[in-house]
């Protein structure tokens, strides 16, 4: 039995293209490309320092158009959609925020657009580049840990930069068992299985959990004034954002400008994964958002939130058993997303709203993204209604014991 279910395991890790170990992190990605492609990995290398020195523009005005036919497989995709969309990022924001760049070059908006066709993500720097694909380790045999992790690609705020993306890659490893446990979940209910929903819910717990505690090395490694001074405005959008309200021209791919979310945490394919599997209901504004964000996912990575989300309800499955076991599990399981979510709220006002009302009573001296966004999410969405509406909504799943019982009695 126990053999039968980790084929079952090995099928679905195979089939959403996720690892036990690391969840929906892409494993061992590649640092480097075949040679063609030199230019696109020396400016992306060294993108740090031609923002700085504001030569980026000039050198990718320079770059001939390249062709994406010799990226022969999904981890030369990775890295070539991770150069161009820092490089991308790097070109729209390097004066800051009061000269953006309206058009992206064809030398860069033409190669980005074919690669994103073929791995069926959209040509802008998504959460699934800048976390999931651009770490790799600095002693190879060490362990994937804070102090063995550097990213492939940086941009400026040093210590910052480096901070936020990999301890984002760190909660996301830590979400690696509940996806796991998600799946057991899955698989558990189609057998009415209590022990081993129960058990699978139980590794979601803890997994959220260790995702929590995770997330607080924030603290020790991304300082507010730089991360929103500095770093912020690149990984900002060309939708929903103030600073380019007309969206982006891709040329040579389109007449029309394209209106693209920056990356953000609502393209976390294991956060939407818990809401599916614990049955949240976001509506309005917010599921419209958060439905629109898994488009900025890999798609076998989507395609295991919807999987999740057309499974019979495990809400109402708990419901209809009067399990007390079960649904403290469950209820346990809740109140654990619903933790994460306050943290992230808390978080998000240190690192956000704070230093946006800091900046806007100094006359914000600095060329970054200043006061424009601080009510918008990089992803546009309204931030800290959007965080309290998600957070609220996630509450509102908890079963109460007399629901539990009454529907057992009906």
């Known amino acids: 039995m126990e053999t039968k279910c980790k084929k079952t395991l090995q099928a679905d890790f195979d089939m959403f293209d996720i690892s036990e170990k690391l969840g929906f992190i892409l ?3 590649l640092t ?8 696109w990995l020396d400016l992306a290398n060294n993108i740090t320092h031609l923002i700085e020195s504001r030569k980026l523009r000039d050198l990718v005005h320079k770059m001939p158009v390249l062709s994406p036919h010799l990226l022969n497989n999904h981890r030369e995709l990775r890295l070539a959609h991770l150069a161009l969309g820092f490089i991308s990022m790097g070109y729209v924001w390097q004066e800051g925020q009061h000269a953006p760049a309206q058009i992206l070059p064809k ?6 657009w074919l690669v994103s066709r073929r791995l069926g993500l959209p040509p802008i720097l998504t959460y699934a580049d800048s976390v999931l ?3 790799k380790l600095r002693d190879p045999t060490g362990e994937m840990e804070s102090g063995n992790m550097d990213l492939i690609f940086s941009f400026p705020g040093g210590e910052t930069c480096r901070g936020f993306f990999i301890v984002s890659l760190l909660v996301e490893m830590a979400a690696s068992s509940g996806i796991t446990g998600a799946l057991e979940v899955m698989h558990a209910m189609k057998t009415s299985d209590l022990i081993n929903i129960q ?3 139980v590794k979601v717990t803890l997994s959220l959990k260790k995702m929590k505690e995770t997330f607080k090395l924030i603290h020790n490694h991304v300082d507010p004034t730089v991360f929103h001074g500095t770093l912020r405005i690149f990984v900002s959008g060309w939708r929903d954002n103030p600073m380019l309200p007309r969206g982006l021209l891709y040329e040579g791919v389109s007449n029309e400008p394209i209106f693209l979310s920056g990356g953000s945490a609502a393209q976390s394919s294991a956060i939407q994964c818990f809401d599916a599997l614990l049955c949240t209901q976001h509506e309005d504004e917010t599921g419209t958002f958060l439905a629109r964000m898994r488009d900025y996912m890999p798609p076998a990575h989507r395609q295991l939130i919807e999987t999740l989300s057309v499974c019979p309800s495990l809400r109402d499955f ?3 058993h009067s399990s007390s076991d079960l649904c403290q599990a469950y209820n346990s399981c809740v109140s654990a997303l619903v933790d994460l979510r306050n943290y992230h709220i808390h978080t998000v006002a240190k690192y956000v709203v704070v230093p946006g009302n800091h900046a806007h009573g100094m006359g914000c001296p600095l060329r970054g993204v200043g006061t424009a966004l601080n009510a918008t999410g990089t992803g546009g969405s309204s931030l800290m209604v959007f965080l309290k509406s998600v957070r609220n909504t996630t509450q509102k799943a908890l079963i109460q014991e007399r629901s539990a019982s009454r529907k057992t009695e009906m």
């Open 32 to 39: 480097n490309l075949p040679d063609y492609y030199r230019v």
């Open 107 to 112: 030398a860069l908006a033409w190669p980005y």
């Open 27 to 29: 494993e061992e990605p």
């Open 133 to 135: 694909a651009n770490w």
């Open 199 to 201: 058990k699978g819910l």
């Open 318 to 320: 708990i419901l209809a």
